[in-house]
Nanobody, 115 residues
Framework: QVQLVESGGGVVQPGGSLRLSCARS????????WGWYRQAPGKQRELVAN???????NYADSVKGRFTISRDNAKNSVGLQMNNLKPADTAVYYC?????????WGQGTQVTVSS
């Protein structure tokens, strides 16, 4: 049984930083892609960033230059460093891991950017 657990959310002022982490338990193919998604109230869930097996990354235009995704294969985890946060970044953030034949989601962590 694969489980993902996010941590690191919270409340931060505009311009501040947060780091999200997501840890995986359970066995899975080493050929996998991690991703971070977010969902703001009244909006659809959207991709924030993803990172493939060998480290190639992809970012939403709205976070380019501010967010950095990284993976630690030894620790079965993924991180999302978020800098220069804006109120528009307020959302529930979900991590995801995808392999051939399956996709697994975490339970989400709230990020609130407010003065």
């Amino acid at each position: 049984q694969v489980q993902l657990v996010e941590s690191g959310g919270g409340v931060v002022q505009p311009g501040g930083s947060l780091r999200l982490s997501c840890a995986r338990s359970g066995s899975i193919s080493r050929f996998n892609s991690w991703g971070w998604y977010r969902q703001a109230p009244g909006k659809q869930r959207e991709l924030v960033a993803n990172i493939a097996t060998f480290g190639s990354t992809n970012y939403a235009d709205s976070v380019k230059g501010r967010f950095t995704i990284s993976r630690d294969n030894a620790k079965n985890s993924v991180g999302l460093q978020m800098n220069n946060l804006k109120p528009a970044d307020t959302a529930v953030y979900y991590c995801l891991i995808a392999v051939v034949g399956g996709t697994y989601w975490g339970q989400g962590t709230q990020v609130t950017v407010s003065s």
